[in-house]
């Protein structure tokens, strides 16, 4: 007497579980990564801890284009957006990010607006 199995294996592979596996995993890399860094600027290098009391970022590159938070500005109106983003809060703080080719005329032009109106600046670098 021949008996036949009642369960069979089945030879395909069902990709719809990779797929998710891989949906998962591109949403935690995503999620995960850390990326302060939306312009590609080249910073000096220093030795020294990192904060992460960021209010707003001041970005300068080396076509002398600033950018407040990512949003490029004219240079002449910086003073004015920073007092706009700086508004209300506590301890007002700038990170400064120069790129290294910039001129220290330009840096410095950011630190008297800070001055000025009592804000704290921290000068963003590359880990050394």
């Not at 312009?39 to 290098?45: A, E, F, Y």
């Not at 706009?84 to 220290?104: N, W, Y």
């Amino acid at each position: 007497m021949k008996l036949k199995g009642r369960n069979k294996v089945s030879p395909d592979f069902s990709m719809s579980s990779m797929a998710d596996i891989v949906f998962l995993l591109l949403i935690f890399f995503m999620l995960t990564s850390n990326s302060p860094n939306a312009l590609d600027l080249l910073l000096p290098k220093a030795k020294g801890k990192s904060t992460n009391t960021q209010n707003v970022s001041v970005s300068i590159d080396k076509d002398l284009q600033y950018f407040v938070n990512k949003e490029r500005i004219n240079g002449e109106y910086l003073e004015i957006e920073l007092k706009k983003a700086l508004e209300g809060q506590d301890k007002p703080t700038i990170i400064l990010r120069a790129e290294e080719s910039v001129a220290i005329k330009e840096a410095v032009n950011v630190m008297d607006i800070a001055n000025k109106n009592s804000y704290k600046v921290i000068l963003a670098v590359r880990p050394n």
